[in-house]
RNA sequence: GUGGGUAUAGUUCAGUGGCAGAACGCCAGACUGUGGCUCUGGAUGUCGUGGGUUCGACCCCCACUACCCACCCCA
């Protein structure tokens, strides 16, 4: 269609049945997360461009080059407008709430989980959108309550592990790191561009770049020409000061008795500049490029720069998009049909078929009606195609003998059933349980 | 922001400088209340947009746009 309107670039519809997919997908990380006691926050999505230049960074790629942000009219003639940001991520918002709202003042640390749109105005590729979505949660609170323990970083991903097998994703891998702590990292960067001094001229052009703007990505490199010149590079972990390193043993210690399969990755790296100490990212081949489905850390330092009462935290973002293209990989997606089409016979008959719907529909029973207008042997067609397993004639002769024809699509069998019957007949056992809604 | 690829029916894709195609899907029909299989018929397109070359362009050339893939970055 010439001169129509579509949806914008780096955005896209989710349609049925995909949609299934990512209710299945959220029903059971809040199936999973509830019995860690994290709970639903909702933030906004829209903000104050400043939070996200205070938190993520302002030198971050995400801040300075994705963001979508403008200047909002001023209220009043005489004030000036205030810059606005769509969300590119959560954390900061969440952070911002917890400020806001005194949430320090509540008893324990917060456990926080969140499900939504974010926005990036990258080029769009494979799993990656403008408009993405991400499951997250956050641990925050004093330290008082406990929110520096590395008890509190390998339950996190204890979580994220048993999410990802309660959703059937196989082969996934995590990788741990800890990029230390204001303490230790500015000794560790000063090392970094020291080692890097002498090196760099023999390396790619984006590593020379990045050894100026952002020495850290240096290790994220991926031509392997530069390989054995980064690993020979120093280390974060040999940078790490007391605490950070006995903090980390900690959570190692922990995943290992809990059986959460890691491995170390000394050049793990993080993109937002709130990170300190863990970091972790769990990775899925058959991703294409952007195999990161999830990503995390701590940020003990945030609520800090955000004018907030020290309040570390550790928390992390699952990229909804791609953990849903995972699935797909493995499990094709169907369509759910409905459990009986009523097939309202002539007219006059609608009114019936409506008022035996509502009844049905009342016991749980999933009901799709056609119209008096269609021909029966349309409807038989269209029940067939609509993949109903059940069709219910609704003529004249029903109406009057109370008598339903109830056929079987799949076996041809045809019988007449009172009213009371149809339920039972025609609901499939696994309806019955109440939780298992969304099952693939 | 950079590079490569693609753009034709609802979908997946063929196609040729001279009438626009297939498969699947969709709609209708094959004796009036019985589907799936089969058969018959039908509709659907500014051939991405704008320019140029040509007697004539869906096809060749140029520009633009969008999508896909990769870089970058990240989830």
Request: proline content about 5%; glycine content about 8%.
């Amino acid at each position: 269609m010439a001169g129509s309107i579509k949806s914008v670039r780096g955005t896209r519809d989710l349609l049925p049945p995909e949609t299934e997919t990512w209710n299945f997908v959220e029903a059971t990380v809040r199936d999973v997360f509830r019995v860690y006691h994290f709970q639903e926050i909702r933030t906004p999505i829209l903000e104050d461009l400043q939070l996200f230049q205070r938190s993520v960074g302002e030198e971050t790629d995400i801040v300075s080059k994705e963001m979508f942000a403008w200047e909002d009219r001023a209220r009043a003639q005489s004030e000036k407008g205030q810059w606005l940001a769509l969300r590119p991520e959560n954390t900061a918002g969440v952070v911002r709430a917890y400020i806001e709202h005194k949430l320090w003042e509540r008893p324990g640390l917060q456990r926080f989980y969140y499900i939504g749109p974010q926005f990036r105005r990258e080029r769009p590729q494979k799993g990656r959108y403008r408009q993405f979505y991400q499951i997250g949660a956050e641990v925050v609170g004093p330290s008082a309550a406990g929110s520096e323990s590395p008890a509190v970083d390998a339950e996190l991903l204890e979580m994220l592990a048993t999410l990802l097998d309660r959703l059937g994703i196989q082969g996934w891998s995590l990788k741990l790191n800890s990029v230390g702590c204001a303490n230790d990292r500015p000794i560790y960067l000063q090392a970094l561009r020291d080692a890097l001094k002498d090196v760099v001229h023999t390396m790619c052009s984006d590593c020379q770049r990045r050894a100026v703007t952002n020495p850290l990505r240096v290790l994220d490199c991926k031509v392997p020409e530069d390989q054995p010149i980064i690993e020979k590079l120093p280390r974060m972990a040999d940078y790490l000061d007391e605490s950070c390193r006995t903090h980390f043993a900690e959570v190692r210690k922990i995943l290992t008795a809990m059986d959460v399969p890691f491995t170390i990755d000394h050049r793990l790296v993080r993109g937002l500049d709130y990170y300190t100490r863990t970091a972790f990212e769990f990775t899925h081949g058959a991703l294409g490029a952007q195999n990161a489905i999830l990503g995390g850390g701590r940020y003990d330092g945030l609520s800090e720069s955000l004018g907030g009462p020290p309040a570390p935290g550790i928390g992390f973002a699952i990229g909804e998009d791609r953990l849903v293209m995972t699935l797909q990989e493995s499990a094709g997606v169907a369509d759910r049909p409905a459990d009986v089409y009523i097939a309202p016979l002539g007219a006059g008959m609608n009114l019936h078929a409506a008022k035996l719907a509502r009844e049905l529909r009342k016991q749980g029973v999933v009901v799709i009606a056609g119209d008096e207008s269609f021909k029966l042997k349309k409807s038989l067609e269209t029940a067939s195609k609509l993949g109903v397993s059940f069709a219910l004639i609704l003529g004249e002769n029903e109406v009057n003998s109370g008598q339903y024809a109830l056929k079987n699509l799949s076996t041809g069998e045809q019988a007449g059933v009172g009213k009371a019957e149809i339920a039972g007949i025609v609901k499939p056992l696994s309806a019955i349980p109440k939780r298992s809604e969304g099952s693939l």
